[in-house]
């Protein structure tokens, strides 16, 4: 009798699945689906290849990543790096962008973002995404320094030394 309980509820449990489309959790990982727990995987692979200098390893990892989880910023963050090595600052400022979309209180993502956009002249935008990153972290000295480079680049050098002062 205890056997025939326990088919019936997992087939009802089964058909509540199908009919509702809800993704399975990964035993193992609780609260994580499949999909983000391939995720995660490409991610660390990515993470790894990038330390052995496989660069183009690396960036096919962080692709399969956001092909099993788009919102993944670590994904995101590790394309920008890699499009930032390749010198394709373009690139790089929309895997950027996407990330501090996505995490909009990451301190790397808002940096980095910023970054790009010094290298690619876009000051204004540049300095917006620095301020938004010293909102997070007001005491990076990389943040500071860089903004107070921006500044000097647009000719406010007034608004400049609080920041190269940090």
Not at 22 to 38: E, F, I, N
């Amino acid at each position: 009798m205890k056997t025939s309980n326990a088919l019936g509820a997992w087939v009802c449990v089964s058909a509540v699945i199908l009919l509702t489309g809800c993704d399975l959790h990964w035993p193992g990982s609780p609260g994580l689906t499949k999909a983000q727990v391939r995720a995660n995987e490409h991610l660390q692979q990515g993470q790894a290849y990038i330390e052995q200098g496989l660069l183009d390893s690396a960036f096919a990892a962080f692709g399969l990543a956001l092909e099993e989880n788009p919102r993944l910023v670590e994904a995101h963050m590790g394309m920008g790096g890699i499009y930032m090595q390749r010198g394709q600052n373009d690139l790089a400022e929309q895997s950027y962008a996407r990330a501090a979309e996505l995490a909009p209180n990451s301190f790397d993502a808002h940096y980095h973002l910023a970054y790009a956009r010094q290298l690619l002249g876009k000051l204004d935008l540049a300095v917006r995404a620095y301020l938004q990153a010293l909102t997070i972290e007001p005491n990076s000295a990389a943040a500071n320094q860089n903004l107070a480079g921006a500044y000097l680049q647009l000719g406010r050098a007034a608004e400049a030394i609080p920041y190269a002062k940090k």
